[in-house]
């Protein structure tokens, strides 16, 4: 686990973390000049237990805040030192409010300095310490009295580490894909570009290809470390130095992200739920511009509340009504379980957009939001945690959105997975997209998935060549089973003649957005209830399943008027026009006279004709006769076999020819011979 400092600078926490693990942490030569920590440092801490802790010293400067926050985001455990000289200062409030609003919940306070302090002084700045520590998260956090100079208390404090380490949660992920903020960059001679950080996520092992984000460059991991300590593979929640190949260290820098090839898309916007610091809740409903820290990144962003607005009250101030999106935070207050309304101390909905660049987030992921000026002896205006990184087009007063994402911040993977995708419609939803979403391992997607699928919430559309398996919401299939369905219907009471209608014309019935694989699945729940009958998967026709073909009396007449004359003419049929004047009847009505005697064998196109099937029947028997007696035929004989002109004859063997009868050489034919 990773335990990090907090307090306000000269309050002793180098000098703490060097008492305690023998490490100076401040390496570079202006820290030695200047007395101060600037830039992360980092130990390991050995505990009576036998447990190890990797140890993040930051900065107690209030314009490193920044730096302070890029090592919080990966801290389990808080040592918050106050130096008994002097008490509570600026700076111990801040990081007290941010560690808070990024979710810290396990520390212990260091009274340091106890050996420069008059015991007066001291015993004040307890009484202050505490009376902080109760308006926190962290009110039930033990307190030792220490000097890092003497020795005095450290047995104390290790021991109450000890404690805290063993009760505690671990803050980091630590499962999902493998992710690494960078907090630090240099070069090493001989091997090249070397990056730390604190891994989340999944474990992260030597040869390993992972990209950088933001931009798509990717490298592989040629060596791992941990405090100095090469390793073939790395859990999360430690602290990792890893060696790239591939990338030059002049294209890395603080704030940049390795992760799982294909683990996450970054995105511009997200929807968050946000804890607000007293007095630092802006007023009305515009959006408010902030600067953003996640992980060790830095973005300018803009914070626009969801919900309906919050009701004023007497003072003319805002209430957190439930719902609303921002409003007065109660005191540090942190982020809770719930979303919309006030929840754990004043935690409402937002939807935040990047400026100046997409960042690569997943949901759970904590952030920090300061303000470009001084505000109230502070810029830590609230923080938060990202509950939807990928969020719908919708209009932030929609009472749908706030009720996705109170579900959404319960954090249930399986309820997750079906608003997402429910929210996709007819589209439905790729596996891959869903894994990059919500973070999570392909087999806790898995498993969710097939809890969905049994309790028959979704359903799951094969791979089609190319393409990606879909899954697609209940709803949205029986939408276009409903859809589908009508469409037939519709069809049907158009042309009670036919037998059904095309599966191809069935699916183009939907609108475009409609995947291919809903309509299949659709149709497959359809037969299966037997509502629909299909002649074949792929091809043929679908009919109701209550319809049979019929015709009315005038329709039935006509029918038996084409058949007839068809019969009649032999080998000289009308043209389908002549027959529409001769019967009296329409051009629609004779096509479907025409397309019924078609589908029952009785009529056979050639051309632009029709000829009755007797009549073609006994003319290929004549032709196969003569081309086995004679092996060739002409154009001007087969006219005399057919007894009949050019235009009747023309089609006829054309017709032969595509059946694969004859076969074309020049101006004659002659007997396809067949294996």
């Known amino acids: 686990m990773i335990l990090g400092t907090a307090g306000h600078i000269d309050h002793g926490k180098t000098a703490l973390v060097r008492a305690l693990t023998g490490c100076d942490t401040d390496r570079l030569p202006e820290e030695k000049a200047r007395g101060i920590t600037i830039e992360l440092g980092f130990a390991p801490l050995n505990l009576p237990s036998g447990r190890r802790l990797g140890v993040v010293d930051v900065p107690g400067h209030e314009a490193l805040v920044r730096t302070m926050v890029a090592g919080a985001g990966g801290f389990d455990l808080l040592l918050l030192a106050v130096a008994a000289d002097e008490g509570v200062m600026p700076q111990t409030r801040e990081h007290l409010d941010i560690c808070t ?4 919940r396990d520390a212990v306070v260091a009274l340091t300095k106890m050996d420069a302090a008059d015991p007066g002084v001291a015993e004040l700045a307890l009484a202050e310490t505490r009376a902080q520590l109760a308006e926190s998260a962290l009110a ?16 104390a404090l290790r021991r109450a580490l000890d404690k805290t380490a063993r009760r505690a949660e671990a803050r980091a992920q630590r499962s999902g894909p493998a992710r690494l903020w960078i907090d630090r960059v240099f070069e090493r001679r001989g091997f090249g570009a070397v990056v730390t950080g604190t891994l989340r996520g999944g474990a992260l092992a030597c040869g390993d290809s992972v990209e950088i984000h933001p931009g798509s460059a990717s490298a592989r991991l040629r060596g791992l470390q941990c405090f100095g300590e090469a390793v073939q593979r790395i859990a999360p929640g430690n602290r990792c130095a890893a060696n790239l190949q591939g990338v030059a260290s002049a294209d890395l820098r603080r704030g940049m992200l390795l992760a799982a090839p294909g683990a996450l898309t ?21 959006a408010r511009a902030v600067e953003l820290l996640a992980g060790s990144a830095r973005r300018r962003a803009r914070v626009a509340p969801i919900g309906p607005p919050p009701a004023a009250d007497a003072g003319g101030g805002t209430r957190g009504a439930a719902g609303s999106a921002l409003a007065v935070g109660g005191t540090n207050g942190a982020i809770g379980g719930g979303a919309g309304g006030a929840t754990g ?4 909905l937002a939807r935040i957009h990047l400026d100046d660049g997409a960042a690569p987030l997943l949901p759970g992921d904590g952030f920090v939001l300061r303000g470009f000026a001084r ?28 009720r996705e994402l109170r579900a959404l911040a319960a954090g249930d993977l399986r309820e997750g997975l079906r608003l997402r995708i429910a929210r996709r419609g007819f589209a439905g939803a790729a596996l891959a997209a869903l894994r990059r979403e919500t973070g999570a391992t392909p087999a806790a997607l898995e498993s969710a998935l097939g809890d969905l699928e049994a309790r028959g919430q979704i359903a799951r559309a094969a791979a089609r060549p190319r393409g990606e398996a879909r899954v697609f919401c209940a709803e949205a299939i029986a939408a276009v089973s409903a859809r589908l369905l009508a469409a037939l219907r519709n069809f049907h009471a ?10 191809s014309a069935l699916r183009g019935s939907l609108p475009e957005s409609a995947q291919r694989g809903a309509a299949e699945l659709a149709l497959a729940q359809l037969e299966a209830r037997g509502e629909i009958h299909s002649q074949s998967k792929s091809r043929g026709l679908v009919r109701a399943g209550n319809f049979a073909p019929h015709m ?3 329709q039935a007449a006509l029918v038996r008027k084409v058949r007839d004359s068809a019969a009649a003419s032999g080998l000289t049929p009308p043209s389908p026009r002549a027959w529409a004047q001769q019967f009296g009847a329409d051009d629609a009505e004779l096509r479907d006279a025409i397309a019924h005697l078609e589908r029952a064998g009785l009529l056979l196109r050639a051309g632009a004709l029709w000829f009755h099937r007797d009549a073609v029947d006994q003319l290929r028997e004549r032709v196969r006769a003569h081309l086995e007696a004679h092996g060739r035929l002409d154009t001007p004989r087969y006219k005399e076999l057919i007894a009949t002109s050019r235009k009747y004859a023309v089609p006829l063997m054309e017709l032969f020819d595509a059946e694969g009868l004859t ?7 002659t007997l396809r011979r067949r294996r």
């Not at 609003?101 to 810290?104: H, M, R, S």
């Not at 101390?345 to 409402?348: H, V």
């Not at 158009?494 to 599966?503: D, H, K, L, V």
């Open 375 to 402: 505000l109230a002896g502070s810029a830590t205006l609230g923080g938060g945690r990202v509950l939807d990184a990928a969020p719908p087009r919708r209009r932030r007063s929609d009472p749908a959105l706030v």
């Open 345 to 348: 101390g004043g935690a409402l």
């Open 552 to 554: 009315d009396a005038r």
């Open 266 to 286: 970054p995105t511009q916007c997200f929807d968050a739920e946000i804890a607000w610091l007293p007095g630092a809740a802006p007023r009305g409903r515009g």
């Open 140 to 155: 039930d956090a033990e307190i030792v009295c220490v000097s890092a100079q003497s020795g005095a208390g450290l047995p």
């Open 663 to 669: 076969t074309r050489r020049g101006d004659t034919r």
């Open 101 to 104: 609003l990024l979710g810290l």
């Open 494 to 503: 158009r042309e009670p003649m036919r037998p059904g209608m095309s599966r």
